[in-house]
Nanobody
Framework: QVQLVESGGGLVQTGGSLRLSCAAS????????MGWFRQAPGKEREFVAA????????QYTDSVKGRFTISRDNAKNTMYLQMNSLKPEDTALYYC?????????WGQGTQVTVSS
């Protein structure tokens, strides 16, 4: 059974950086697109970024373009989200999943808090 585990969140000041990791176990990803999502308090979960596992094509939501970079390490079966120039509005619980998301793959997420 596939399991996704997010890590790397924390508390940073505005303008700071964090790198999130998503480790996948149970299968090796190939012809699939994986994504990062986030959910802020009182808001619906939203798409952040996605990457095609085989070709490396990426896409981002407009609010993070130029600040966040999604990447993957095929050998480690791990996906990353490098987040720079963080803003208070980036504060949220961050999740990884397939893209589009599979309801059975949501994990615990990793909390990112950006202080002003």
């Amino acid at each position: 059974q596939v399991q996704l585990v997010e890590s790397g969140g924390g508390l940073v000041q505005t303008g700071g950086s964090l790198r999130l990791s998503c480790a996948a176990s149970g299968r090796t990803f190939s012809r699939i697109t994986m994504g990062w999502f986030r959910q802020a308090p009182g808001k619906e979960r939203e798409f952040v970024a996605a990457i095609n596992w085989s070709f490396g094509n990426t896409q981002y939501t407009d609010s993070v373009k130029g600040r966040f970079t999604i990447s993957r390490d095929n050998a480690k079966n791990t996906m990353y989200l490098q987040m720079n120039s963080l803003k208070p509005e980036d504060t949220a619980l961050y999740y990884c999943n397939t893209f589009p998301a599979s309801e059975t793959l949501w994990g615990q997420g990793t909390q990112v808090t950006v202080s002003s």
